[in-house]
């Protein structure tokens, strides 16, 4: 029996320890298998993320075929008025190497240039007298070597965004001779100074007056900058693309702001949007300093109607130069301010301005706003990229925009349009403007004018102010594109 209970002992505890072993193996296996599982989910979870990487790259060569197949159709264009080109610089040539007239009178001829050198549009002021020397160098070397000794001079005046200026320093051209002015920057000098114009018979080309209210047929302002019509429709689908159904407009009280700011209001209410209200501002050229009770009506504007809304549908909406800054820093003091969930939002007057960016407040704090705003915009061509290369030379650390370009193409039509009127003379010169402009290409493209002497509405850039990469600065992004045709945006880097 003794024999038996150890044998019966053995065996139990032999049991106990393959139950033991079988339950280690079990659990191993059991872990085991939750690896297995894991590493399984994780795979999952990369090939979900490869997926949505594809998708993503799928998503940019969609869009990069389709920026092909636009730059293909820009080069069919420009292969299809080549001949045309080729046949009206041959008869240029031939009617400034001609006998007689202006060709070889051996005159100077001076064009105006009134221009903003030391106030809030002087970051586009500077570059535009820039290139409108360098313009006029370029059309005496063309003169000279077709064998005609007629020149161009420029005679440049600040006139500070000052109304009353710009009216004297245009008086005073008129009595100089003066028959045609590269300018002003603004609309509200260019209306304040239209009837002078006007009654004198003196020719202006804006490289960026933009007014609705001054798309007049048959007056004397020709303008190479789409009118506030065309940014109105940008700015509207800039924003309700991003998710505003309302809006509050802050503007300057001045032509730019009140054509801006109503044609933005007409757009975006024609998309199904509503305009909260529409606040100005004082824009004189002593300018605005304390911006106090501007932004107390916008904070209870956006009180009232957040419920209604929500913070991620209400956009602020600033039609303004560079006093922005100024407006921004008292913001950022101001108490209980609106912080809303979608970027601030501007018009063309302060897009790529250095200023803003460059200040040590301003640019950090635009930066937290993600400030957005849009520059007309044509296509590079060969002649951009060449003048953009001679122009850094020139002057490094300056960036020629889209109005410095502009007031390059001025020069050109005005002496252009002075060559082909055969006389310095404003009416005549007024007569056949419009047509030199729908013939001539130069650094913004074809300039063709509609039928208020203003220029065929191109696409718009979306800029935005942002700290990106390593970069520690606040700058200017590239953040999308609005085309003209489609009324549709391609956003590169949403703000």
Not at 245 to 262: E, F, M, N, P, W
Request: charged letters at 15%; aromatic letters at 10%.
């Amino acid at each position: 029996m003794p024999t038996v209970s150890f044998y019966k002992i053995g065996l139990l505890l032999s049991l106990v320890a393959l139950s033991s072993s079988l339950a280690g193996l079990g659990y191993y296996y059991q872990n085991r298998t939750v690896g297995l599982n894991n590493q399984v989910a994780s795979l999952n979870t990369q090939n979900d993320s490869q997926h949505d990487q594809i998708d993503s790259l799928k998503g940019q060569i969609a869009n990069l075929t389709q920026q092909i197949k636009n730059l293909s159709g820009n080069i069919d264009q420009l292969q299809s008025t080549n001949t045309q080109l080729l046949n009206q610089i041959i008869q240029l040539r031939n009617q400034l190497g001609g006998t007689g007239g202006l060709c070889s009178s051996g005159k100077t001829l001076t064009i105006g240039e009134l221009t903003d050198l030391s106030d809030g549009l002087s970051n586009i002021g500077i570059k535009v007298r820039e290139s409108s020397l360098l313009g006029v160098d370029d059309v005496n070397s063309l003169l000279s070597s077709g064998g005609c000794n007629l020149r161009f001079s420029l005679a440049v005046d600040d006139y500070a965004l000052d109304n009353s200026r710009a009216l004297s320093d245009l008086q005073s051209f008129s009595a100089s001779g003066i028959q045609i002015v590269v300018g002003p920057l603004n609309s509200g000098a260019a209306q304040f100074i239209l009837p002078f114009v006007n009654s004198n018979h003196i020719v202006l080309v804006s490289p960026s007056s933009s007014s609705t209210a001054l798309g007049i047929p048959n007056d004397y302002l020709f303008r190479t900058a789409p009118t506030d019509a065309a940014q109105g429709r940008a700015d509207a689908r800039m924003m309700f693309d991003r998710g505003a159904r309302a809006l509050i407009i802050v503007q300057r009280h001045d032509g730019y702001g009140i054509s801006v700011g109503d044609a933005t209001a007409m757009k975006f209410t024609s998309l199904g949007g509503k305009v909260i209200d529409t606040i100005q501002y004082d824009a004189t050229s002593s300018s605005t300093t304390d911006f106090t009770p501007v932004l107390q009506i916008v904070q209870n504007d956006f009180n009232q109607n957040v419920g209604t809304y929500g913070p991620d549908k209400i956009a602020l909406y600033f039609v303004s130069f560079e006093e922005l800054g100024s407006l921004v820093i008292q913001a950022s003091h101001q108490s209980g301010f609106p912080r809303t969930q979608l970027p601030w939002f501007g018009a063309d007057g302060t897009t790529l301005d250095p200023v803003l960016t460059g200040n040590a407040t301003t640019g950090p704090l635009l930066a937290q706003l993600r400030y957005t705003s849009p520059q007309f915009y044509t296509v590079n061509n060969t002649k951009t990229l060449q003048f953009y290369h001679r122009f850094n030379s020139l002057y490094p650390g300056q960036s020629c925009d889209q109005y410095c370009l502009g007031a390059y193409d001025d020069v050109w039509l005005s002496a252009l349009a002075t060559l082909q009127a055969g006389s310095y003379d404003g009416t005549k010169i007024q007569a056949i403007i419009s047509t030199v402009a729908s013939n001539y290409y130069g650094l913004t493209g074809w300039t063709e004018f509609d039928t208020n002497g203003d220029r065929v509405p191109p696409s718009y850039q979306i800029w935005k102010i942002a700290i990106e990469g390593s970069a520690s600065e606040p700058s200017w992004v590239l953040a999308g594109t609005w085309d003209a045709s489609s009324d549709g945006i391609t956003w590169l880097a949403p703000p």
